[in-house]
Every structure is written in structure tokens, then in C-alpha cells.
């Protein structure tokens, strides 16, 4: 969530029109409306923030197109079954980028247990 400042606070300016509706847009926007595609994982972390030196991302790469070809849903039906911004899951499917770890393991359950996910989703677990 986007904390408000004051104009000066954020540019040392007044903002521009163009500014004030992007942060308009911001405030306003759901999770799942918001590509986060393009925000590159952290895959290293600073010296000392993990104990040893063999530190790998948990879980380890998924093929989302596989996953949902698994399930037999078009990439839109899939999107809204499991609550994926669609073109996020596009982006994934055509590049072979990773999404973030929380979204490999959400993923990765979805892979082993499609159904469970989906009753869970429905509030029917």
C-alpha cells in the first residue's frame, strides 16, 4: 500500500498532472490488477542475512505452462480459477521467467493438488 506524502515530501516539487493520476491509479488498484512481472526476484542476498554459503531460492523453477496445461484450462479460465492477473501468466508462459518464490510454491500446490486448491479457493476445504 502506497504511504501518501505531501508534493514537496516526494519531489521537492509540485507534482504533475500525469503524476497525481498515476498515484490515483496506484491507491485505487487491486493486488490482482497490478503486474508485478516486470519486477526483477532477489536472488541474492546481502552477505551475513543467511547463515552459509549454499543459499537457494525455495521453491526452485517451475514451467507455468506445463502446470496449467496439466489442468486443461486456457490461460484466461486458469488466470480466474486460481487468481492470476492473465497477463502476468502470459509473460511467464512466453519468456520462461520465474515468478516470485511465493507464486512458485502457490504453483507447486497447485501442480500436486489442483482440486484441494480450487476447494479451498471456494471456501469448501
Known amino acids: 500500500m502506497l504511504k501518501r506524502f505531501r508534493e514537496e515530501d516526494l519531489l521537492g516539487k509540485p507534482l504533475t498532472e500525469k503524476q497525481k493520476q498515476e498515484i490515483a491509479r ?15 526476484e532477489v536472488r541474492q542476498l546481502p552477505i551475513g542475512a543467511v547463515r552459509g554459503n549454499s543459499f537457494e531460492p525455495f521453491p526452485g523453477a517451475v514451467n507455468v505452462k506445463a502446470i496449467r496445461a496439466k489442468t486443461g484450462l486456457s490461460q484466461g479460465e486458469f488466470a480466474r480459477q486460481y487468481g492470476f492477473n492473465v497477463r502476468t501468466l502470459q509473460d511467464w508462459e512466453s519468456t520462461g521467467s520465474q515468478p516470485p518464490s511465493p507464486v512458485r510454491a502457490y504453483l507447486t500446490v497447485i501442480d500436486r493438488f489442483p482440486d484441494i486448491v480450487i476447494k479451498a479457493l471456494k471456501g469448501a476445504a
Request: proline share 7%; no cysteine.
Open 26 to 40: 496506484a491507491q485505487t488498484a487491486r493486488d490482482e490488477d497490478i503486474d508485478t512481472s516486470d519486477i526483477p
